[in-house]
């Protein structure tokens, strides 16, 4: 299906060759994740595959690749539609309808599909993708998990051979990304779909995927099974983790793979759960409040919200996708309409707070980072950021690079990757200092030891500097890591708050990797794993 022949890429002005001298092939009917540190060329490799790269980006590629027997060269990426569907990092930038179901039904308009076949696919994907509520929603009022949804459907509804994802779990909550995920296993299996993604949250995919394409970043690759990558890569999920620091003589690739080959851990009694310090300044205290946007169809809500985010502390904010989280946020700092209610921010209203004074109370980053950037290369960016944010010279660079694996500093920040971007917004918030920093899908992009490093970051924030952070986020395991408090939001309602073990422990779709493979215990990181068979050596 996909044939790549001694490829070589660099684009213009770029520091490091992307891929070098490259050859690989992708069977029909495979499904191919492909992984690597932030940057490393995943997204490239994708778009090499359907031609974006280089007839819409431009670069210097040599060798040869072909795609069902047709060369990428020669064709464009419009001459493969009916081969090759992608769904990219960032789906919003993609839409080019209002509403959902005229986003579907965009693509075969284009291939002059007949209006009776046409109307019958729409349907087909509205199901598969459980769009059907949605449909004459506007696409601008969805969540981005449900964007993302229907960027899937608006790919598959041509029927393609080929199906790319850059991405396409990063905005889902657990049980949404379980079930595209599940979807896209029965296409492969039942139709003979080839399905190759991207994806950094390896917990959730690995146990699907025939095979791995592991990028390393210096121009060269690894390919072979998930077993055998995951035995040696410096990339892996808490599960791969864990198994490692028991000394399992095969690498599992799903919570039951792992219990029925793990070793037994003795322990006197379940750990005990420590419940979070309360004692700090309130920063952001939240009272009766409600919240909605208003369309046609239907009001999005918060519903009597209450709640208190304290000093020294940081507390994550859970539930589906759509449930409210990105709201409760927005309204956070301002950003929002209020119905009733009250928003406070260390004694003030973040709505009528303007410009420095609102950065000086809070620091936000919100799902789609670009709109904070506007230097012309990373590096510009980081030194405005220093001079906006009163800081010494190289602070906010210092940051990024601690995020970054691979930096690439002379770039233009809307030429690197999602998880790049999002690297370089988190570093320019986090070097202004603010007491509360609000973080709306911080991870989305970000590899492993990113989020290693974001954690440090984090922690030191709310442990020596007692300042406050809350999060939204669909990643549990980062939650396991950082959070002291989780709340769960369900319908606009607060329905759920508590310690972090409690609540994820609580809850069998949301609970972590650890916690799912060693339910016995309340541990929900390998690091509190690791701790005790350390103490029993």
């Not at 994550?316 to 989280?325: V, Y």
């Not at 220093?386 to 990024?400: A, H």
């Not at 971007?421 to 973080?439: D, E, H, M």
Request: proline fraction near 5%; glycine fraction near 8%.
């Amino acid at each position: 299906m996909i044939n790549f022949s001694k490829v070589s890429l660099i684009y213009p002005n770029s520091q490091r060759t992307i891929i070098e001298d490259v050859s690989f092939e992708v069977n029909e009917g495979e499904f191919v994740l492909l992984m690597g540190h932030t940057g490393a060329g995943k997204s490239s490799v994708l778009r090499l595959i359907n031609g974006l790269v280089p007839h819409h980006t431009g670069g210097i590629l040599s060798g040869s690749i072909s795609v069902a027997g047709r060369s990428t060269s020669v064709l464009k990426p419009g001459e493969l539609a009916d081969v090759v569907g992608i769904v990219g990092q960032n789906p919003a930038n993609t839409f080019v309808s209002e509403i959902v179901e005229d986003e579907i039904a965009f693509s075969l308009e284009t291939l002059g599909i007949a209006p009776d076949v046409m109307r019958k696919r729409v349907e087909e994907v509205l199901d598969l993708l459980a769009l059907t509520p949605l449909r004459r929603r506007n696409i601008s009022e969805l969540s981005g998990g449900e964007q993302q949804r229907v960027a899937i459907a608006a790919a598959l509804v041509t029927n393609p051979k080929l199906l790319l994802l850059d991405e396409p779990t990063s905005a889902l909550d657990p049980i949404a990304a379980e079930e595209v995920l599940s979807i896209l296993h029965r296409l492969v299996h039942d139709l003979g779909l080839t399905v190759v993604l991207s994806e950094h949250r390896l917990e959730r995919v690995i146990q699907f995927v025939d095979r791995i394409i592991l990028i390393n970043g210096d121009g060269s690759l690894v390919l072979g099974t998930a077993e055998e990558v995951m035995r040696s890569s410096s990339i892996a999920p808490p599960l791969v983790e864990l198994a490692r620091a028991l000394n399992m003589p095969t690498i599992p690739l799903s919570v039951r793979e792992f219990r029925k080959l793990a070793p037994k851990i003795e322990l006197a009694q379940k750990t005990a759960v420590v419940a979070s310090d309360s004692s700090g300044e309130v920063l952001l205290s939240i009272r009766n409040l409600s919240a909605a946007y208003q369309d046609s169809q239907r009001t999005y809500a918060l519903s009597k919200v209450d709640l208190d985010i304290r000093a020294g502390e940081v507390v994550a904010l859970m539930g589906r996708n759509g449930a409210g989280k990105t709201t409760l946020l927005k309204c956070a700092v301002g950003l929002a309409p209020i119905i009733e209610g009250r928003v406070q921010v260390s004694g003030n209203d973040p709505a009528q707070l303007k410009g420095p004074e609102l950065i000086r109370n809070v620091g936000y980053v919100p799902q789609e980072p670009t709109d904070l950037l506007y230097g012309q290369s990373i590096v510009e960016e980081c030194n405005q950021a220093d001079r906006d944010n009163n800081v010494d010279e190289g602070s906010t660079l210092s940051i990024y690079k601690s995020l970054m694996q691979i930096p690439n500093l002379s770039s233009h920040p809307r030429d690197v990757s999602e998880g790049q971007r999002l690297g370089l917004a988190l570093s320019i918030i986090l070097s202004a200092q603010p007491p509360l920093i609000v973080l709306d899908e911080p991870t989305r992009g970000l590899d492993y030891q990113a989020k290693k490093t974001l954690v440090q970051i984090l922690k030191r924030i709310a442990g020596k500097e007692g300042r406050a952070v809350l999060i939204s986020t669909h990643d549990v395991e980062l939650v396991a890591e950082v959070a002291d408090r989780v709340l769960f939001l369900a319908d606009g309602e607060l329905i759920a708050e508590g310690s972090t073990a409690q609540v994820l422990n609580a809850s069998p779709a949301f609970a972590p990797q650890v916690a799912k493979a060693l339910p016995h215990t309340n541990w929900i990181t390998v690091n509190e794993a690791e701790r005790h068979l350390d103490a029993q050596k």
